[in-house]
């Protein structure tokens, strides 16, 4: 078995649900010499979370957003934790609630997403700068 890792930054995204994948497969060109394996992707920030879904209709990233801001609305006055601005919180619940990582399925040197899949960066905070993940591929 081969296992393979990489620390990338990513650069400042607005607030937003924002395609990676291209991102990932080219930090990590190994993934093309596994026939079989997992690739694990992992943020390591605790307002910004990663997902798997529609990798087309940019209108989809729009919706995601939209339902987030409603579901965990700025500015509610029962957070304790508000010092660090009005969006912060709820980026923390939002990330908790999306995850801090994604595993795909590696087939014949491809991540194995489904046809209209791609992973998502989730910035939750209105200036979250440059977001790190770490992305581990294992197999053979």
């Not at 989809?60 to 919180?89: C, I, Q, T, W």
């Not at 995850?99 to 040197?109: A, D, L, Q, Y």
Request: glycine share 8%.
């Amino acid at each position: 078995m081969n296992i393979y890792q990489k620390s990338i930054q990513l650069k400042e995204r607005k607030r937003g649900f924002h395609l990676i994948t291209s991102e990932i497969t080219q930090a990590l060109p190994e993934i093309c010499g596994l026939k079989a394996g997992m690739c694990q992707v992992f943020i390591q920030h605790t307002s910004a979370s990663l997902s798997i879904n529609e990798n087309a209709d940019p209108t989809v990233r729009a919706d995601f957003e939209m339902y987030f801001n409603k579901a965990v609305p700025e500015n509610d006055p029962d957070y304790l934790h508000d010092y660090e601005g009005s969006d912060d919180m709820p980026a923390h619940l939002k990330a908790a609630l999306l995850g801090s990582s994604v595993t795909i399925p590696i087939r014949n040197g491809r991540l194995a997403l489904g046809t209209w899949q791609g992973v998502y960066l989730c910035e939750h905070r209105n200036y979250g700068g440059p977001r790190n993940i770490i992305i581990t591929a294992w197999g053979e």
